[in-house]
């Protein structure tokens, strides 16, 4: 399974961003996809889940600003950040969980400007 992360920016405080995780080669075996970020010497964290039954779980900061989404038809997962803030600054990562295996994408900076 590979996961590619993409749609990482700068944006002023109040924009919106939309990252995509897409999946690649054995995607059946995903049974949810994760969406995480990371500041600089800090735990990377979790920001919202979705399963493949499409049930979502958001951390309490970003509820109500952010949607995670899924395309199966795109092996893709989505999240639509709105209101972003200062402190949503961060590198977003997606993480797929399967059976006894984890899989990351690479990165992308995500740079709200106040």
């Known amino acids: 399974v590979q996961l590619q992360a993409s749609g990482g920016g700068l944006v002023q405080a109040g924009g919106s961003l939309r990252l995509s995780c897409a999946a690649s080669g054995r995607v059946s075996s995903i049974y949810v996809i994760t969406w995480y970020r990371q500041t600089p010497g800090k735990e990377r964290d979790v920001v919202a889940s979705?399963?493949?039954?499409?049930?979502?779980n958001y951390i309490h900061s970003v509820k109500g600003r952010f949607t995670i989404s899924r395309d199966n038809a795109k092996n893709t997962v989505y999240l639509q950040m709105n209101s972003l803030k200062p402190e949503d600054t961060a590198v977003y990562y997606c993480?797929?969980?399967?059976?006894?295996?984890?899989?990351w994408g690479q990165g992308t900076q995500v740079t709200v400007s106040s």
């Open positions: 993480n797929g969980a399967a059976f006894r295996e984890q899989y």
């Open positions: 979705i399963t493949t039954g499409g049930a979502t």
